[in-house]
């Protein structure tokens, strides 16, 4: 049993420190990518930025582009994290009406992009079809599978507030499109037009009237 325990511990404290590595290759890489450009980045720079070995770096990330997409990650996360915040208020009775649900919806998307829309950005590039980069499985799955979580997470959120009376009977399918794409589209659409690295401030006033537009359509 103390055996066991021993080598648990162990295990645990390599993961933490393969978890600390990564972290640190990735904030490495960040850097470097949005100062430089993603072509003009080798893997030799970022292992020097991370003052890390370059095969210590390839045992974490096998190529630049999944270097490149693990950015994402977190970003993703957090988009998980507060779907299921929303869940919990909501069962817990905490929206009194959709209205409320809808703008916390909107200001989810908006502070995850106000607080790293570089990530965000490269996460907008992961979702074009067409664009081909050598990202593997690992980490494409990874990506696909938190993008996943979210949208199944909101579409149960809709679903149950229509239940409460919160929401109108709609397809919540195409809700949850709609309000990701229209958010998406804002972004993309500015971005289109040279809008400065300070967007988020150019597109507030064009997502609060959509999310008005929304809730006048479907709140309760």
């Known amino acids: 049993m103390a055996d066991y325990t021993r080598r648990e511990i ?3 404290r390599k993961n933490r420190e393969r978890l600390s590595r990564e972290q640190v290759i990735i904030e490495a890489a960040k850097k470097l990518f949005f100062s430089r450009g993603y072509l003009k980045t080798t893997m030799d720079d970022i ?6 070995s370059k095969p210590t770096v390839y045992q974490h990330f096998k190529n630049k582009d999944d270097l490149f997409f693990s ?6 996360k957090r988009f998980v994290d507060d779907m299921e915040a929303m869940l919990k208020k909501l069962e817990a009775g905490a929206y009194k009406s959709g209205a409320e649900i809808i703008d916390d919806h909107f200001r989810t998307h908006i502070e995850i992009f106000t607080e790293d829309p570089e990530a965000f950005r490269v996460f907008m590039l992961f979702q074009q079809t067409g664009v081909f980069f050598e990202v593997n499985r690992e980490i494409s799955g990874k990506i696909s599978a938190l993008a996943k979580e979210r949208y199944n997470g909101m579409r149960r959120l809709y679903s149950r507030a229509i239940e409460l009376d919160l929401i109108k009977k709609v397809d919540v399918y195409h809700l949850v499109e709609m309000i ?4 998406l589209g804002i972004i993309m659409s500015l971005e289109a037009k040279n809008i400065s690295r300070s967007i988020h401030k150019d597109f507030t006033p064009v997502l609060e009237f959509t999310r008005q537009i929304i809730t006048e359509s479907i709140a309760i």
């Open 10 to 12: 162990i295990h645990n």
């Open 47 to 52: 292992a020097l930025e991370a003052e890390i």
């Open 71 to 76: 950015l994402t990650l977190p970003l993703l």
């Open 180 to 183: 990701w794409g229209s958010f």
